[in-house]
């Protein structure tokens, strides 16, 4: 393809993208294909000549876009939103283009300056203090496995990545029975062991961890010869929304010189608005704490914030440094690669610096305050319904509810013809052993009316 076709085909491609946008109302939100469909319509094998793009073009309309589910949708409250504003579309397409590979400093000293600057404008954004330094990294399950290894070397006095974990002291982490699964993961890959997380039981409206299970947990470990290497709380879970007393762990986490983690990878970017930030009270004891722009704050995926307190933990725990990878004649830069666990890395910053200007931050708090009191409203206007039963309460935007007395088979079966219908799309959850609906706003273009439409879809088919 020549560069100039290139740019005929792109102008051809950002008109798509705004039709499709402009009209995605009227697509079903989830994929509504069965499993095999798509597969069925690709060649199993590579094509031996070339197809001009016109061809390829209408195929992605013909096979790949009824097989997608839209993400974008103004009424996917299902999971947790993931956003693409178009401002960040637009900063994306241009790395694409450039597609520099931002390991080093050197690499591209632009990306790396920039990341440093963006993730001080989150920061101040969140309202955290100076102290932290951060770094994008891939995901947040990228920057918990991180701070884990950090854990587990600052635990092992260093001497866990040299001498492998077989004849050490076994290491515990602790964390609330309401974290992501992102966390088992990081503790397998990390060689902890699941039967070294604790999980402490949890209570309260924001169902909190138990300060004192917490303490009791710590102590008999210490009793019995372990090592409390970590503590992984949680600002916003990804079940019902728990939070975490973060003031209580953090003290408990400072008597017994603990490693502390906080996963905000959904909730974190409510705390842009100051309302909010009584949800994460003490975070900024947290030696380690990830949000996900990519999730409610409209970066394009892929995006996680990283902050640390004390970056050079995270750095003696990942840093390698062969000789092909140094930057001789340039003292003191920063080369990210030495705080994540991939060598490449994508330029990231870009699209936050076009996020956060184009929208300004006044504009992207506006658009979280309408998410939270626009599905409130749907809460109370759902409870009002004598058959209708909400089982948490709102947390942010995230709330739980089922019919009245539906058995776990009916509301699973509830959730599916929802998602049939195509309207709205909502996910499960259990909460204590019961089966429940979750709803969660956060598109970046929703409007109130969309709230409507759910509670009309919702209402509707549940009586039917
Ligand atoms: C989404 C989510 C994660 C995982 O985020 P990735 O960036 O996909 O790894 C972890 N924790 C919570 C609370 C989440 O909501």
Not at 83 to 92: D, I, K
Not at 226 to 233: S, V
Not at 267 to 282: K, N, Q, V, Y
Request: with cysteine; charged share 25%.
């Amino acid at each position: 393809m020549s560069w100039d076709d290139f740019a005929k085909n792109a102008k051809d491609a950002a008109d798509w993208g705004a039709t499709y946008h402009k009209t995605i109302r009227d697509r079903p939100v989830r994929a509504q294909t069965s499993p095999g469909d798509i597969a069925a319509q690709l060649d199993t094998t590579p094509p031996e000549d070339g197809t001009e793009l016109a061809a390829i073009m209408a195929d992605f309309e013909r096979i790949v876009m009824p097989g997608i589910t839209h993400w974008q949708h103004p009424r996917f409250f299902a999971y947790f939103n993931s956003n693409a504003a178009p401002a960040s579309v637009l900063a994306e397409f241009l790395t694409a283009i450039i597609a520099p590979q931002c390991m080093l400093w050197q690499t591209s000293p632009a990306a790396t300056e920039m990341e440093t600057r963006m993730m001080d404008w989150l920061r101040h954004g969140l309202g955290l203090p100076d102290a932290y330094q951060g770094v994008i990294q891939d995901s947040a399950s990228s920057a918990t496995l991180a701070a884990v290894l950090t854990m587990r070397e600052r635990a092992l006095n260093w001497t866990g990545n040299i001498e492998g974990l077989s004849g050490q002291p076994t290491l515990r982490i602790y964390c609330s029975d309401q974290v992501h699964s992102s966390i088992d993961r990081a503790i397998w890959v990390a060689g902890i062991g699941q039967d070294n997380l604790v999980k402490i039981r949890t209570t309260g409206d924001l169902r909190h961890m138990d300060p004192l299970d917490l303490e009791a947990a710590i102590a008999e470990d210490k009793q019995a010869g372990r090592i409390p290497a970590g503590i992984i709380a949680a600002t916003g879970a990804t079940g019902m929304g728990a939070c975490d007393d973060l003031q209580s762990v953090a003290a408990v986490a400072k008597e017994h010189g603990i490693y502390t983690h906080l996963d905000a990878a959904w909730a974190g970017t409510a705390m842009i608005c100051p309302e909010f930030r009584t949800l994460w009270e003490g975070a900024d004891q947290f030696d380690s704490i990830v949000f996900n722009p990519h999730k409610w704050l409209g970066a394009q995926f892929d995006c996680a914030a990283h902050f640390l307190r004390d970056p050079d933990q995270l750095r003696q725990t990942l840093a390698i440094r062969p000789e092909y990878l140094k930057t001789h004649g340039a003292q003191d830069v920063t080369d990210y690669s030495e705080w994540s666990i991939p060598l490449g890395r994508r330029f990231r910053a870009l699209k936050l610096w076009f996020l956060m200007r184009h929208y300004g931050m006044e504009g992207l708090r506006a658009r979280i305050r309408n998410h939270v009191t626009w599905s409130q409203a749907l809460c109370d206007r759902l409870s009002a319904e004598p058959d209708f039963e909400i089982v948490t309460p709102p947390i942010l935007s995230l709330w739980t509810f089922k019919v009245a007395g539906a058995s776990d088979d009916d509301t699973q079966r509830l959730v599916d013809a929802i998602n049939d219908d195509g309207r709205i799309y909502l996910t499960q959850t259990l909460v204590d052993g019961q089966k429940v609906i979750r709803f969660t706003a956060g598109q970046f273009d929703c409007e109130e009316r969309d709230f409507d439409t759910a509670f009309d879809t919702i209402t509707e088919i549940a009586r039917r």
